[in-house]
Each structure stands twice: as C-alpha cells, then as structure tokens.
C-alpha cells in the first residue's frame, strides 16, 4: 500500500492466465505456434508483395503496411506472454510495461486506419472505376500511408505520457496477459475522471469513425455491385473485395462481440481467452486470407519459388 510513499517504482504482475495452472504448458506451446506463423506469414507477404511487380497495387501496398504493423503487434504483445507462461514469473517492470504500452497502441491503431484506408480503395476501385488510377495514384497512397503511421505513432505517444504520469498505488496486480491502455487505466489510482474522457475520445477516433466508414463504403460497394448486369463482372468485382471483407469481419468481430455481451465478474477470465484469440489469431490469419484465396498471390509465390530454384 505504501508503495508509492516512498516513490520507489515497483513491479507489475501480469495475471492474465495465472488461473489456467494445469494448461501452461498447452498455452506456451499456442501462444509459440501462433506467433512463429504470424511472423513468417506475414514476412513471406511482404517479401512476395516486394519482389513481385504484378502486385506492386495500392491493395497490395497497404495489405504490405498491414502486415508490418501485425509483425510488430505481435511482438509487442506475445513474447513477454509466452516467457510468463514458460517461466511462471509473471512480474513485468514498469518500462517493460511502459514499452508494450507503446507499440501494443500504436499497431492497433495502425491497423485500424489502414484496413480503412483499403475500404476506401475497394470503394473508388468498385464505384468509381474509371478514376481509379489518377485517385489512388502513387502519391495519394504513399501520403495515406504515412498518415495512418503518424497518427497511431504519435497518439500513441500521448497515450503512453499520459499512462506514465499515473500513480499506482493500490494495486499492481495486471488481470489482463499485457499491458494495454484501458487496463492501466482502471489500476491506476489517480484520479482518473479526465482519462476516461479521453478513452471516450479515442474509441471515437480509432473505433466508431474507422468502423463506420468502412461499414458505409461496403455499403455503396455492394449496391454498386447488385446493380451490375453481368454476373461474371458483378463476381469478379465482389471477389477483389473479399479479402478486405473477410479480414474487417475478422477484425471487428471479436470486438463486438466483446462489447455486447454483458459484463459479468465470472467472464473476466473468458474474455481473456476471447482477447488472447484476438490479439494472436486475427494478425496470424491475414496472410492466410490473402494468399489462399487469392490467385495473384499464388502465383507470384509459386514464380518466386521456381525462379529460386532454377536459378539456384
Ligand atoms: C505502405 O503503403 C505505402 C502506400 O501504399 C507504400 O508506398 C509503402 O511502401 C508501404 N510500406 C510498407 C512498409 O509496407
């Protein structure tokens, strides 16, 4: 209780999965399989988006921004998780915490605005196909880009201030796997009144806004594609959309379902699960949902593999 008296900082505790005693062993090893194939997954995306020109598409662009930021969202999150559940010392000290804080922010964030920023590009590609090319030239694109990697970065930052300024003086026991923002929030013992305004604000900013531009440009782009005539364009323009559509479901869901379903002090642990799903399935699945559907891919790493070989 006193610690904070004599302004020593101390440790955290992450007691996200504390209660699973007899499963630590089955987590380590998911927690491991999920993020070695999110990784190589996603490396393997951005290195055939890379070297392949047919891809060189403001999708593909983004999808390769989006695959980054999964790279860095599961490093922020995953390999502290798994060293806790390997080694079973769940302390975390608060620039440890502080770290993950940061980068845990601003990949969520990234992946908000660039998963938007490839619902626009669905949009002008199905309802304004003839500007296509001169509205999402390079130099849109790039701007777009680094405008969603500055945004997350220095909200981010603000974040992570304002999380550093926080007293914790009641208590350092984390009851989430990692240290997030409304987590740290609810431990502080500041008073915290003004901070939830601002988490208001956020959920504005990086949730309602993204979610509903997205939700309206599928909206336009499905009545744009209902009006074709002919079925086998009316086909071919749904399915340079599925991909997108596909990860957005994937995205949104697991947080609305979280969101809806009432509060109850017995889930705590269940929603755990649900977030640890989220946080280490949703980056690893991307790369799935891209390749496998997609023929572009396919083909590109098949041609990247036998040209390897041949010329090996
Ligand atoms: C992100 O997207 C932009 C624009 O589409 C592209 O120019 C840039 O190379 C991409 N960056 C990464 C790291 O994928």
Not at 158 to 174: A, G, K, P
Not at 217 to 228: A, N, P, R
């Amino acid at each position: 209780m006193n610690y904070c008296e004599n302004g020593t900082i101390t440790d955290f505790y992450i007691l996200g999965f504390s209660h699973l005693k007899t499963k630590q062993i089955l987590l380590s090893v998911g927690i491991m399989i999920m993020f070695s194939l999110t990784i190589v997954g996603n490396l393997i995306i951005t290195l055939v988006i890379g070297l392949v020109p047919k891809l060189h598409t403001p999708m593909y662009f983004f999808l390769c921004n989006l695959s980054v930021v999964d790279v860095i969202y599961v490093s922020s999150s995953l390999p502290k998780l798994l060293f806790i559940t390997i080694t079973q010392d769940n302390r975390i000290s608060f620039a440890g915490c502080i770290f993950q804080l940061y980068f845990f922010t601003f990949s969520i964030a990234c992946d908000v605005l660039v998963l938007t920023s490839m619902a626009g590009d669905r949009y002008v590609a199905i309802c304004k196909p003839l500007q296509y090319t001169s509205i999402m030239n390079r130099r849109v694109c790039a701007s777009l880009s680094a405008l969603c990697w500055t945004v997350s970065a220095v909200n981010s930052l603000l974040m992570t201030l304002l999380i550093s300024v926080l007293d914790f003086c009641m208590s350092r026991e984390i009851i989430y796997f990692l240290c997030d923002v409304k987590t740290m929030i609810a431990l502080s013992s500041s008073d915290t009144r003004s901070r939830e305004i601002i988490m208001k604000i956020e959920d504005l900013v990086f949730a309602f806004v993204p979610f509903s531009l997205t939700i309206s440009s599928y909206v336009q782009i499905i009545s744009t594609i209902l009006k074709i005539r002919s079925s086998e364009t009316r086909l071919k323009a749904f399915s340079s959309c599925t991909s997108h559509l596909t990860t957005v479901i994937l995205f949104y869901g697991p947080v609305l379902i979280l969101y809806m379903k009432p509060e109850s002090e017995y889930s705590k642990e269940q929603d755990n699960l649900i977030s640890l799903l989220y946080v280490a399935v949703v980056p690893m699945l991307n790369p799935f949902v891209y390749s496998l559907r997609n023929k572009d891919v396919l083909d590109a790493v098949r041609n990247v593999i036998s040209r390897n070989i041949v010329s090996t």
